[in-house]
Structures are given as structure tokens and as C-alpha cells.
């Protein structure tokens, strides 16, 4: 065995490591003992060891951007140091990108005094490394965060941040202290649930061993930006019945999400809009009628109804086919929407050439005179083939404590007044 002097082993650490450096996170302290050139220009020789942390550690993994004010609240805990830490940091300096080995060693007195090492990694180590994790990428990419619970000693280990590493993260805290600071990181109308099934009395009663749970939720990412999550737990097997471990998982199904939003939007509206016309179809303009005199009976605001029928369409159809005549319904609900397209009114259709309309803060008084100027612009502008065309309107008034078919059948005898009266006109 060769001996060697604790000079030359010191000598040997001081050529090979990039930057040494002491730190008091008591007094919120480090100096440098040694730094590179390199070094020199991506940490001062001496400062606030809280602003070290941060800007080693507290990064997303593919850039030097901050993490987002939300997760700052977990910085003081990331400095705290129990034992040897080992990480590879991906950094920028002057726009070159570079892997920075980081070793903690804890002094023994056990105060919070550290000593840093860091070190550039080679090209050779970082492509061995990122061949070794590629294997388990796939599967690790969705999950956002991981982290291994133990309920009886309110202890989280192994948690794993994917925005900043692939590494567990050194981070002593209590599960109980955990889950009050992260539900600031979730969607506000979705905290109240997110604290029921993390509580621990709520896992004991609901989690089985090996069995899981999971709710979808909104939570900010890294960057600040709410993104759709499942919250995954899954309790550890056990033969006794009181050992209550469980991992929690955090999935990114943001882009799942919004393709499933979309499409039940789709169907939402296949199921709820007329497919010739593009208005709500009779069956959601009848519940939109519903909810409006719910509306009037709390509120007491005026709704009134309107109905169009087109003139004679029939003999459209009879003279120049269902083709142009579906043109024409497509056309005539068209020019209507051009003049409420700044009312608070939705338009359906309520059968073959009758569209009704449900009129939130109108009374007859002030409907009127928007329904005569719908009437003179279907009269005053021809329709292509068919040339001039007009239409018919009837108008009533919501009451309190009616019934759908109350106010429709009023409805109706105004539209049937305005036809007995030659047609092209607005009836009462």
C-alpha cells in the first residue's frame, strides 16, 4: 500500500475539482475556496448560500429560467443537508451549455456547514448517463413528480422532480408540512379536494394495501402555468395492517385532457345545435326558455320570447327544392344573428322555418322595435335564387311563475296574429 500525505491527497482534490466551496446555511453564508476561470463567471466568490441553492438547484432542468414564485416556499428546506448529496446540475454559462457535478459534505458539528464540490462532467460521462436513463425515459416522462410517503412517521423520501432532475432530490420535510405548502400550487377551485384525499386520516380509510387512488386536477407547473395533472397513490403491500407507506405520483395529462375537452365539446354541440343552421336545436332552446324564467323568478330581470317563420316557405321548396330552400334557412339565420350579435339572445330553431329566440333584458317595450328591424332587413335584402322574401315575427313576454308551455303558447298566438294580419309583420 502506498502512503500518501493528507497534502498531496488535498493537492490532488484542489487540481481536479472545478470549485470549493464552505458554507454556513445558519448564517445564510459560503465563500469560495477555489473557483475556475469558468466558475469564476457563474459563482461570486462569496455570498448568500439561500441565492447559491437557488440558483443551483432551483431551475427548470432544460434552462437557467426560475422556478416560478409558487415553489419558492420549498427553497429553505433544499439547503438542508443531513448526510452526503450527490447531483448532476445542467447549467448555461455565456449561452454553452454545461453539466456541473455537485457533492454536499456535511461538516460533523452538525450546524449546517457544508462543503461543496463541484466539477464539470465530460462529454464522454454526460452521453454514457443520458444513454443508462434513456431505457426508463419513456415510461418516467409523463411523471411530473414521485415522491415515497411514510403516514405513521409523517416522513417524505425519494422525491424525484423531473422539471429540475432526474435525481431524487435531497429534501427533508414532513408529509404534514409537504401538503400545506404544495396546495398553493393547485387550481383554487380544486384545493378543498386536493386537501380531503391527502389528508392522512382520509388515505388511512381509503387506501387499501396495493391498492390505488387518483383524482384529475389542475396544478402548476414549474414555470407557472396551470397545467392538467392525475394525482396517483398507490399503497406500498404490507402484512400489517397499521404500516401505512404509499407513493404519490404526479402525471402530466395535460394534452389528453384538452383533446377529451374538445372532443365532448364536439359532441356537446352535435347534441345541442341544429346540424343545417348552426343555432340551438328545439330541445336546447326549450331548456334555454327554462332557464330563463328561472333566471326571472330569482332575479326578476325581463326576458322576452321572439319567433320567426319564414313566409310561404313552403312553396320555396315546391318551386325551387329542398336544396335551395335549405340555402335559404341558412342564409335568413344568418342575417338575424348579424343583428344580435350584440344582444344578450340565443336563437333556435324550433321546427322546419320557425326559429325562436330567448330575450334576456327585454321587455315588449324595447324588443319591438330590434324585431322590425330584423323584419325590414330579411324584406329588404333578396336571397340568391329566390330573390325577395319575407318573414313573420311574434313576440310575449316572460312571466313569473310561467311554465315553458305557458309563455310558448303565448308565443305562438302573437306569430299565429302576425300571419292572420298579411304576413311580413310583428304581432304582440
Not at 128 to 145: A, G, Q
Not at 163 to 191: F, G, T
Not at 238 to 248: G, K, M, S
Amino acid at each position: 500500500m502506498i502512503n500518501y500525505s493528507t497534502d498531496e491527497i488535498f493537492k490532488v482534490l484542489i487540481d481536479n475539482v472545478d470549485s470549493i466551496l464552505i458554507v454556513s446555511s445558519k448564517d445564510d453564508r459560503y465563500r469560495a475556496i477555489k473557483r475556475t476561470e469558468g466558475f469564476a463567471r457563474f459563482i461570486d466568490a462569496e455570498g448568500s448560500y439561500k441565492d447559491l441553492i437557488e440558483k443551483l438547484l432551483f431551475h427548470l432542468s432544460d434552462s437557467n429560467d426560475r422556478i416560478t414564485d409558487t415553489y419558492q416556499v420549498f427553497l429553505p428546506k433544499m439547503g438542508e443537508f443531513k448526510r452526503k448529496f450527490s447531483r448532476q446540475i445542467p447549467i448555461e454559462i455565456n449561452n454553452v451549455k454545461h453539466v456541473i457535478q455537485m457533492l454536499v459534505y456535511p461538516i460533523k458539528n452538525n450546524e449546517g456547514d457544508y462543503i461543496i464540490l463541484l466539477f464539470e462532467m465530460g462529454r464522454s460521462e454526460v452521453d454514457r448517463d443520458n444513454k443508462k436513463n434513456s431505457k426508463v425515459k419513456t415510461i418516467e416522462e409523463t411523471y411530473l413528480f414521485s415522491m415515497f410517503v411514510d403516514l405513521n412517521k409523517d416522513a417524505v423520501a425519494s422525491m424525484n422532480v423531473k422539471e429540475i432532475s432526474n435525481d431524487d432530490l435531497h429534501y427533508d420535510v414532513k408529509y404534514s408540512e409537504w401538503r400545506m405548502m404544495i396546495v398553493n400550487a393547485i387550481w383554487p377551485e380544486d384545493q378543498e379536494i386536493f386537501l380531503t384525499m391527502t389528508d392522512p386520516g382520509y388515505i388511512r380509510t381509503h387506501l387499501k394495501p396495493s391498492k390505488t387512488m387518483s383524482f384529475d386536477c389542475q396544478m402548476k407547473n414549474l414555470e407557472g402555468n396551470y397545467i392538467w395533472v392525475k394525482l396517483i397513490f398507490g399503497r406500498t403491500d404490507t402484512i400489517h395492517e397499521n404500516d401505512f407507506r404509499f407513493v404519490f405520483m404526479v402525471q402530466n395529462i395535460h394534452e389528453d385532457s384538452l383533446k377529451l375537452f374538445n372532443e365532448l365539446k364536439r359532441f356537446e354541440n352535435l347534441a345541442s345545435h341544429d346540424a343545417l343552421t348552426g343555432v340551438f336545436n328545439h330541445g336546447r332552446i326549450e331548456t334555454e326558455l327554462g332557464n330563463a324564467i328561472e333566471i326571472l323568478n330569482k332575479e326578476n330581470t325581463p326576458v322576452s320570447l321572439m319567433m320567426f317563420d319564414i313566409d310561404y316557405f313552403k312553396k320555396i321548396n315546391d318551386t325551387y327544392g329542398h336544396a335551395v330552400g335549405d340555402e335559404v334557412l341558412k342564409t335568413f339565420v344568418g342575417r338575424i344573428r348579424e343583428k344580435l350579435e350584440n344582444c344578450n339572445i340565443k336563437i333556435g330553431r324550433w321546427g322546419g322555418e320557425e326559429f325562436v329566440c330567448v330575450c334576456y333584458d327585454y321587455d315588449l317595450e324595447t324588443l319591438r322595435p330590434l324585431a322590425e328591424e330584423i323584419r325590414q332587413h330579411i324584406a329588404d335584402n333578396p336571397f340568391i335564387t329566390i330573390g325577395s322574401m319575407t318573414c313573420s315575427v311574434g313576440l310575449a313576454s316572460v312571466n313569473k311563475n310561467d311554465t315553458v308551455k305557458d309563455a310558448f303558447i303565448r308565443l305562438d298566438k302573437a306569430l299565429y296574429n302576425a300571419k292572420n294580419s298579411g304576413r311580413n309583420c310583428v304581432s304582440f
